[in-house]
Nanobody
């Protein structure tokens, strides 16, 4: 079994910054892609940013230049630095990881952390 635990959400004013972190634990042989998704009320969950084990990154157009994703392969962690936050960034943010446990590959999700951008 694999668990993903997120931290770092909260309330921030427009233009402010937050840093989200996610730690994976459990039966982990290797992790391929790690990423962050978000879901705003009444909207579908969408990819925000993803990073491969080798460090290649992909960002949603709406966050390019403002968000930075990074990971520590030795610690099985992924982080998301969010700058210049806007009210439309308000959502529940979810960590996602493609984990190989030595037998099979599976996609795992964290429980989600709320990010609210408001004055």
């Amino acid at each position: 079994q694999v668990q993903l635990v997120e931290s770092g959400g909260g309330l921030v004013q427009p233009g402010g910054s937050l840093r989200l972190s996610c730690a994976a634990s459990g039966r982990i042989f290797s992790i391929n892609v790690m990423g962050w998704y978000r879901q705003a009320p009444g909207k579908q969950r969408e990819l925000v940013a993803a990073i491969t084990r080798g460090g290649s990154t992909n960002y949603a157009d709406s966050v390019k230049g403002r968000y930075t994703i990074s990971r520590d392969n030795a610690k099985n962690t992924v982080s998301l630095q969010m700058n210049s936050l806007k009210p439309e960034d308000t959502a529940v943010y979810y960590c996602n990881a493609d984990v190989f446990d030595g037998t099979r590959m599976g996609a795992y999700w964290g429980q989600g952390t709320q990010v609210t951008v408001s004055s």
